[in-house]
C-alpha cells in the first residue's frame, strides 16, 4: 500500500529557532501533500495543502509566513516552523493521497517540542 | 473549523465483545472512512467507503456509508487488547487532487484483557 514517511520523528528546539519537518511519498508520486497539526486528545487540524511546484495553500487562521512549506518535487514536500515558540508545540502529521481517487495516507507524525 | 458529530467519545470494554461507534454530518459526503491512531502514530486507514449504503469488512471491522449519505457506522467485532486506540471518522467533500477531509473529534477506546 501507499507509504509516506515522515522525518524526524521527534524534535526539541529552543524557542526562537526554526525546526524543518520532511514528508515523503515512498512509493507514489503525490502532486499534493496535506499538513495537520493535532493537540493532546484532539482531532486533526487542516493546516494547509501543498501543491507540487506552486504555492501551498493556507486554511484560515493559519499563518503562513510561520509555517513555511515548500513542495519542490512529486515525492516530497517540507514544513518549516519559523521561530519556534512553546505554542507551536504540538503533533505534526502529513499525508499524501495515491493514486487519484485513494484516500489520504498518513505519516507518523512528527512532536515537536519547543522550550 | 468543520466537525463531524462522533459518538460515543470513549468506550471501555472487556476483551470480547463488539463494539460499535458512528458519524453523523449535516453535509452530505461522496466518502466516509476511518482511521485508527495509536499513541505518538499516525491514523492508519482502516476502511474506505465511495458510495451510499455501501457495507465492507476488513477483518473484524465492519462500516457502512450510511443511506442519507449524512452518516456512517463502525463495527469491531470480538475485539482484543490491540484494538485499543483512538477511531476518527472522516467525511470528503467535493471533488479533485485537493479535496479535504472533514474529520469527527475520536472516539477513544479502550479494552480490558
Known amino acids: 500500500g501507499a507509504v509516506v514517511s515522515q522525518h524526524p520523528s521527534r524534535v526539541i528546539c529552543k524557542s526562537g529557532t526554526s525546526v524543518k519537518i520532511e514528508c515523503r511519498s515512498l512509493?507514489?508520486?503525490?502532486?499534493?501533500m496535506f499538513w495537520y497539526r493535532q493537540f493532546p486528545k484532539q482531532s486533526l487540524m487542516l493546516m494547509a495543502t501543498s501543491n507540487e511546484g506552486s504555492k501551498a495553500t493556507y486554511e484560515q487562521g493559519v499563518e503562513k509566513d510561520k509555517f513555511l512549506i515548500n513542495h519542490a518535487s512529486l515525492t516530497l514536500s517540507t514544513l518549516t516552523v519559523t521561530s519556534a515558540h512553546p505554542e507551536d508545540s504540538s503533533f505534526y502529521i502529513c499525508s499524501a493521497r495515491h493514486p487519484y481517487n485513494s484516500p489520504l495516507h498518513f505519516g507518523n507524525g512528527t512532536r515537536l517540542t519547543v522550550t | 473549523g468543520q466537525q463531524l458529530n462522533q459518538s460515543p467519545q470513549s468506550m471501555f470494554i472487556q476483551e470480547g465483545e463488539d463494539v460499535s461507534m458512528n458519524c453523523t454530518s449535516s453535509s452530505i459526503f461522496n466518502t466516509w472512512l476511518w482511521y485508527k491512531q495509536d499513541p505518538g502514530e499516525g491514523p492508519v486507514l482502516l476502511i474506505a467507503?465511495?458510495?451510499a449504503g455501501e457495507l465492507t469488512s476488513n477483518g473484524r471491522l465492519t462500516a457502512q456509508f450510511g443511506i442519507t449519505r449524512k452518516d456512517s457506522f463502525l463495527n469491531i467485532s470480538a475485539s482484543i487488547p490491540s484494538d485499543v486506540g483512538i477511531y476518527f471518522c472522516?467525511?470528503?467533500?467535493?471533488?479533485?487532487?485537493?479535496?479535504?477531509?472533514?474529520w469527527g473529534l475520536g472516539t477513544s477506546l479502550a479494552v480490558n484483557p
Open positions: 472522516a467525511g470528503q467533500l467535493g471533488a479533485g487532487n485537493n479535496r479535504k477531509l472533514i
Open positions: 512509493d507514489f508520486q503525490a502532486t499534493t
Open positions: 467507503l465511495y458510495k
